[in-house]
Nanobody
Framework: QVQLVESGGGLVQAGDSLRLSCATS????????MGWFRQAPGKEREFVVA????????YYADSVKGRFTISRDNVKNTVYLQMNSLKPEDTAVYYC????????????????WGKGTLVTVSS
């Protein structure tokens, strides 16, 4: 059973923007840190951004600070990732993640994974 459902990936040019969405159940959304990881071709999966369920505070990987913004809609049980000023190095499969660790930055911290959505940024 799919717990996290991502959408919004696609092919864009460098400098463009894209918004990813991740919808889940109320049960997961209301008690989890929600976030995004990504895996570029030939590389390991890495942390991108997460937002705490306690106070809604976000934390970002240095590589995306100032360009990416995470937000959550507590009515729709959905988290969004707004990606601006995209670069070719942002090309990756982006995975939605949910966990209980307040500082979810490692794969071991994640309880639920989405299937991933591909973002391709051309130069």
């Amino acid at each position: 059973q799919v717990q996290l459902v991502e959408s919004g990936g696609g092919l864009v040019q460098a400098g463009d923007s894209l918004r990813l969405s991740c919808a889940t159940s109320r049960r997961i959304f209301s008690n989890s840190v929600m976030g995004w990881f990504r895996q570029a071709p030939g590389k390991e999966r890495e942390f991108v951004v997460a937002i705490r369920w306690t106070d809604g505070s976000p934390y970002y990987a240095d590589s995306v600070k100032g360009r990416f913004t995470i937000s959550r809609d507590n009515v729709k049980n959905t988290v969004y990732l707004q990606m601006n000023s995209l670069k070719p190095e942002d090309t990756a499969v982006y995975y939605c993640a949910a966990g209980r660790i307040p500082t979810m930055t490692r794969e071991d911290d994640v309880h639920y994974w989405g299937k991933g959505t591909l973002v391709t940024v051309s130069s």
